[in-house]
């Protein structure tokens, strides 16, 4: 299958409208979930593409060792601590604590996620979900501390990435690298099983620099209380509960958010945005600029080199 060019994809029409003038309504979704072939040998058993194709995601656990996610762990309280980091654009705060909330662009901050965003238990399989050479449209560490951390309310990524960051179709994926327990009461990952077959048209107008509230917290993209309700009517809400070292693999149209952290206990992830080569982003399909580089690869788009070296064996 011929891939299309940047140029091609510019000149398609929109066909996934939000915001503006639009009303708050679902639309079938016209691009597929699986674009392998069934005839391709699947990195993972075929059950489980067979589930993320129904419920639009999927959890797999003991992914990484113990040994493996030591690693990452001692990475991420190094990053959460260090100045330089903490001075970047890409270091974004809870509101009112102040205390570290994501960190993005993390492939490039650190060379331990930048090996880690090669490794083809995550790179590889996301290379056969999508059919193509696969480059980040976005990293970032998600720190969610203990008592202060603040919810990320219900979304769908690609409704963002469409609108804000002009990603032309639903070719992209994410993966949740969990690195810390995920208990049902430290604000865990929720997802609403089968919404990634629905378009979520979300109503208002994009406001100026709207990236700069949102990453803290986001009220412009969300869907209307009628559509939540009847998708969760339709499909419910499951919660994405697990030791660290699982990964959860979500398609980019999935409704998910998570309720904020009262506890003691931390939940953290490293976060991957997988996107096909052939579906890199355009201009923005509102009246606005692109955001930053950092929050979506635009200018830089390396395909990833899956690293089949140096893995535990």
């Not at 923005?284 to 395909?303: A, L, M, N, V």
Request: hydrophobic content about 35%; proline content about 6%.
């Amino acid at each position: 299958m011929k891939s299309a060019t940047v140029s091609e994809m510019k000149m398609q029409q929109d066909r996934y409208p939000s915001r503006g003038a639009l009303k708050a309504q679902l639309v079938k979704r016209i691009d597929p979930v699986i674009y392998a072939a069934e005839t391709t040998t699947a990195p993972i058993d075929r059950k489980l593409v067979d589930e993320y194709q129904e419920n639009g995601f999927l959890v797999l656990e003991d992914v990484f060792s113990e040994a493996e996610v030591s690693g990452f762990q001692q990475e991420l309280n190094l990053l959460r601590h260090d100045e330089q980091v903490a001075g970047l654009d890409e270091t974004i705060t809870e509101p009112g604590s102040g205390e570290v909330r994501s960190i993005f662009k993390i492939h490039e901050i650190s060379a331990v996620f930048r090996k880690l965003a090669k490794d083809p238990r995550l790179a590889g399989l996301a290379q056969y979900l999508l059919n193509d050479q696969v480059y980040i449209h976005q990293s970032r560490l998600n720190y969610k501390p203990g008592f202060r951390g603040k919810e990320f309310y219900w979304h769908s990524d690609f409704e963002t990435w469409h609108v804000e960051d002009g990603m032309p179709a639903m070719r992209a994926l994410s993966m949740s690298i969990t690195l810390t327990e995920n208990h049902d009461t430290n604000g865990p990952l929720m997802l609403i099983p089968g919404s990634h077959r629905r378009y979520v048209v979300c109503e208002g107008e994009t406001p100026d620099n709207h990236f700069k509230s949102s990453l803290r917290k986001q009220e412009y993209g969300v869907p209307s209380d009628r559509c939540l309700s009847q998708l969760v009517d339709e499909g419910g809400i499951v919660t994405a509960t697990g030791k660290p070292g699982s990964v959860i693999v979500f398609d980019c149209n999935t409704m998910h958010g998570s309720n904020g952290n009262i506890t003691p206990l931390p939940r953290s992830n490293a976060f991957f945005v997988y996107n096909a080569i052939s579906n890199q982003v355009v201009e923005p399909f509102c009246d606005q600029p692109p955001r930053p580089e950092y929050i979506c690869s635009r200018e830089t788009i390396d395909p990833v080199i899956v690293d089949t070296e140096g893995r535990e064996g």
